[in-house]
């Protein structure tokens, strides 16, 4: 794995695009490339391609290294924009695009890197370019209405589990599952197999966001590595936010409900730490993540078994912060 | 000309984005294409077609129809992207994107609408696809390239008139030129006649934003519909105040030099007109625009002389405002 990612990173800084002119619109590609990352996202492109090829491409052959760039490309792009729209000053401890150049320039080297991954992820024989282009518009236009609905919870008042999960299946999960299909396209894999690695990856992107919504506020503050509660001092309505108050609505405390409402527009995180310790939400978020994990496990076990079936259960250990 | 149009309107609104969700999402995208316009790209992109498909198919059938809608899409979202980034408020009389929604919003739709004009233009046979992607992808790099170009010139002191052409052949004539590219594609045209296509699409767009930047001082009030010198107001560097200074500059004219640089500085239309007019800038401009426009009609004559090849050249007159 680590092999595959060093590859990547090496590929990654190969492309090199501020070689290209103007160099206000390239350089902010290749900055955002090297803020560093994990690269699990075009891993899981590789290792799907892998899972499919069976082995019999043992060449150390990246049959899908293209659009495994195309898709940490792809990833990075709505970083990019993402970071506008939120209006993020920092990105992994660096000033974000619009504020190291600005805004103008932050939209339209995000449009060029947009256009460069799918420069990356059609670098494949024109056979497969119709199944491939079929994936990932469907995951590029699933991202955008994921981020559209993040956008207007922000001003919505009353947000249903039901709706929040939506929310971050398309912002979050879509790519993920789309990560991998992109790489069982490459690799070969028939229709239901792709079906099957989607499943997979949508019931991981899924645990992952719960994860990262746990984590926030439960994580070990000294190896963390960000701040404990910031999606409450950003007034972010998270799942265990929604999940508080539909326990509460549930249970007819109606007080305590609106103490908690209150508590997010005061970003007053011990209130709303308090509160969701009496009703337990945190073991609701964590048996939701262990439900999503299973019915991940469960697909892949239908998936041939080999050194990248392994390595795919490696890196989604990774992704859930389980192998540490 | 007018049916062809007709269709595109046709076609252009049974797309229908808004009736996906989220609503905010895609209702941007139906919003700016209903702007109006005279859905000149996506008409060229029909009759290249029609050009090389040689008669053989006059059965009324557009093949490049899915193309030509993937042209008017992506020229619809570089609009509403340049709008945000030149903060302008008012596009075709109508509030711009980020006006009547918000930034975000105008952010995230214009991305959805690149996906969304990618998933037109390979809507092809898959044999198609290399090249439509090539071509495709080579005219949406240069249009964001030369956006980049145009918003660093407007801190650049000292820009040349061969960095000025650049910029409006990357944000211009590129466009036009690929508009034309993709609807040879479809018609089966030549590698050979593809690029003689695409020599006359570039100075057709070339003579185009030379007789743009000529009309915003000399136009017709009456008759113009825009307010004369909006480029002056706007203190944009066009090609008749790079002109002007190069002419100023060869003839030692230091002193009116000055007075042109700080004219435009304080947006003053009056002074700057009297200046152009004594060294008969505008004349320069006009032979310019004849030389691209003779240009272009030698590369067109090479190629077969049919219906399709009378209607580009009439389309070309309506562009440059010869028609009247």
Known sequence: MKELSKIIDEKLSELNFAANKPHEL????????????KHIRPLFTLLACKLFERDTKDNG?????????????????TLLHDDVMDNASVRRGKPTVHIKWNTGTAILSGDAMLVLAYMQITNAPAEKLPTLLKSFNYTALGVCEGQQYDMNFETKTEVTLSEYMEMIRLKTAVLIAGALDLGAIMGGATENERAVLREY????????QLQDDLLDLYADEKTFGKK????????KKTYLYIKALELLQEQNCTQERALLINALQQSDVSTIKTLYGKINVKTCCQKEIENYYGTALAALSELPNNNAKKEIETLTETLLNRNR
Do not use: R, W
Request: aromatic letters at 12%; charged letters at 15%.
């Open 26 to 37: 390239y350089a902010p590609a290749d900055y955002v490339l090297s803020l560093g990352g």
């Open 61 to 77: 052959e990246n049959t899908a290294l293209p659009q495994a760039l195309g898709v940490e490309i792809f990833h990075n792009f």
């Open 201 to 208: 990856g949508t019931n991981i992107g899924l645990a992952f």
């Open 228 to 235: 404990i509660g910031s999606d409450i001092t950003e007034k």
